[in-house]
């Protein structure tokens, strides 16, 4: 494990992997570092790949108050650290990576969870009560609110993963859900941003993903000036590892 200070004084935690050009993976909502390990063992055959935790996951630090801003900075900050030149961000992950902006020579996205037509309401007051959650000392509320109301598991299924020893670990990171909630804005697909964005860009999805998230991938990729789409058999919101090294490989390197 290596550590980067970003611009806040906050210590960001990543791990490197194979060798080659750098490729940079960027979390999803509500997962660390240790989630992304299998990806990053299968690109490591022509990556070097580095796997950052983000703030307040992991072995990464946190700042008292938070910004989206700071995560821009710290994906900076890795970037210039590691020398990377490509990057592939996961779900909500990718807001942090199209706001940030910065100057990859190609980048990728794994199913951006924008609500498009079709898919499942957003929870009312949704950050909000994440907020409240999080200042009562509540991680368990927060977590819970998110995996059934968010994302539409079966609450007798969050109650039995409550049960496991896992749940310490979701409960640690639960207050980043307000991180990516307010990094998603209002959840629609934000196409005056991507309209200025001219980095070649891949909208991966899973085709056994629902079709409304689906979609929203595809619509994602046609509002980028440079976007191309393509979907693979995988699992909800997941490509299997070997998938994703082959896509990526083919996307970033052979083309």
Known sequence: MEKVTSQDGTEIAYDTYGSGPVLVLVAGGFTDRARYVPDAEALASTFTVVNYD?????DSGDAPTYA?????????AVRS??????ACAYSSGSMV???AGLPFEKQAVM??????????PAPDRYIERLQEYVAAGNPGGAAELFMVEAVGQPKEVVDQIRATPMWAGLEAIAHTLVYDGLQMRDSAVPTELLSTIELPTLALYSNDSPAWLQD??????AALPNGTVEGRDGSFHTLPPETL????????VTA
């Open 68 to 76: 989206v801003e700071r995560e821009w900075e710290d994906l900076d």
């Open 111 to 120: 199913e951006p969870p924008f609500r498009v037509e079709g898919a499942p």
């Open 216 to 221: 929203s991938v595809k619509q994602t990729a």
């Open 245 to 252: 090294a082959r896509v990526l490989t083919d996307y970033f």
């Open 97 to 99: 990576l199209f706001q």
């Open 81 to 86: 650290a590691t020398g990377a030149r490509f």
């Open 54 to 58: 983000r703030r307040g996951r992991g």
